[in-house]
Nanobody
């Protein structure tokens, strides 16, 4: 089964930078589109960035454009989220998400997998 393990969260000062990483284990990494979501207290879960299975296309929420960069490393089977110019509104639990490309779906594997999340707190 696929497992996603996030790392890199923590307490960061306003205006600072952070790099989140998500390790994908248990299946062929290149068969999955990868995304980062976040869930802030009192708010709906928000898709902040996504990258296609071949890395050819990325998408960002309007609220993070220009500050967040998603990338993937096929050699390490990881997806990263580089964040710069952190704002208080970026405080949230960040979740890694993997969705299998339908052509590669297997009956005994879930089509979508979530990590357990990593907390990012932006301080003044």
């Amino acid at each position: 089964q696929v497992e996603l393990v996030e790392s890199g969260g923590g307490l960061v000062q306003f205006g600072g930078s952070l790099r989140l990483s998500c390790a994908h284990r248990g299946d062929t990494f290149a068969n999955y589109a990868m995304s980062w979501y976040r869930h802030a207290p009192g708010k709906e879960r928000e898709l902040v960035a996504s990258i296609t299975s071949n890395g050819g296309k990325t998408n960002y929420a309007d609220s993070v454009k220009g500050r967040f960069t998603i990338s993937r490393d096929y050699a390490r089977s990881t997806v990263q989220l580089q964040i710069i110019n952190l704002k208080h509104d970026d405080t949230a639990v960040y979740y890694c998400n993997a969705k299998v490309v339908p052509a590669f779906a297997r009956p005994d594997y879930p089509t979508e997998v979530w990590g357990s999340g990593t907390l990012v707190t932006v301080s003044s």
